[in-house]
């Protein structure tokens, strides 16, 4: 009964390869977030989809494109990985993206590129 | 650009001692601001937050948070920490009136607490 979940939780992969994370959550929310915490642990937000359509789009690469086939899911694929992709990456959920909304959030995906 | 900040890295205490985490916030308008608590291995689940009403925000186990406006300041407080407290802490703001849930985390507060 995982409310947010995310697959895989980990993934080492090499650089210049292809991968896809994939969330989901049985909340029924309809907004859903990717967020990327560095090795300091600073927590940034990547995207938001609220309803299958992109609402936040920060400054992200454009080797990141987030996938939703429907308002549960929300995967996120990354081309061309490198280094600097290294991270931990969380996807959350919320009942409809508004600014007083909790999130809820999945236990994270530790990415490593070598 | 709205930021927040996490002044303490680490923290260490003894159980039963009290606590008290600071986060200071960057924005001119108003904000909702909330705290985050990550439990080792496990994902961050809401403290409490602050959108409106009374400054002095009650969260779960036990957490407290006042948010002072002239101080832009959302301190997280508990009067007697326990081993189970060992976790790491984000603060986090928004801006409030916004529609959407974009939120600005701190870097995080590292609490261990001493059995």
């Known amino acids: 009964d995982t409310a947010v979940s995310q697959t895989p939780k980990y993934l080492v992969t090499q650089m210049g390869n292809d991968k896809s994370i994939k969330c989901e959550q049985n909340?029924?929310?309809?907004?859903m977030y990717w967020y990327k915490q560095d090795s300091k642990k600073f927590l940034k937000i990547m995207f938001s989809?609220?309803?299958?359509?992109?609402?936040i789009n920060e400054t992200v690469p454009n080797r990141f494109s987030p996938k939703s086939p429907d308002k549960a899911h929300l995967n996120l694929h990354i081309n061309s990985l490198e280094l600097g992709d290294s991270a931990v990456y969380f996807c959350?959920?919320?009942?409809?993206?508004?600014?007083?909304?909790?999130?809820?959030f999945g236990p994270g995906t530790r990415l490593t590129v070598l | 650009a709205q930021s927040v900040s996490q002044h303490n890295h680490h923290v260490i205490l003894s159980e039963a001692a009290s606590l008290e985490l600071g986060c200071n916030y960057s924005?001119?308008?108003?904000?909702?601001l909330f705290w985050y608590v990550q439990y080792p291995g496990q994902h961050l689940q809401l403290l409490l937050k602050?959108?409106?009403?009374?400054?002095l925000v009650k969260g779960i186990k036990g957490f407290e948070a006042e948010f002072i406006k002239s101080k832009f300041s959302f301190n997280l407080r508990k009067p007697s920490v326990q081993w189970s407290d060992t976790a790491e802490y984000f603060c986090?703001?928004?801006?409030?009136?916004?529609?959407?849930?974009?939120?600005?985390f701190g870097k995080g507060t590292k609490l261990s607490v001493k059995p």
């Open positions: 959350a959920s919320s009942q409809a993206g508004g600014a007083t909304d909790t999130q809820y």
């Open positions: 909340l029924g929310h309809d907004t």
């Open positions: 924005y001119g308008g108003t904000v909702n």
């Open positions: 989809y609220n309803n299958k359509e992109l609402i």
């Open positions: 986090a703001v928004n801006a409030a009136g916004g529609s959407q849930g974009n939120l600005i």
């Open positions: 602050y959108f409106s009403g009374d400054p």
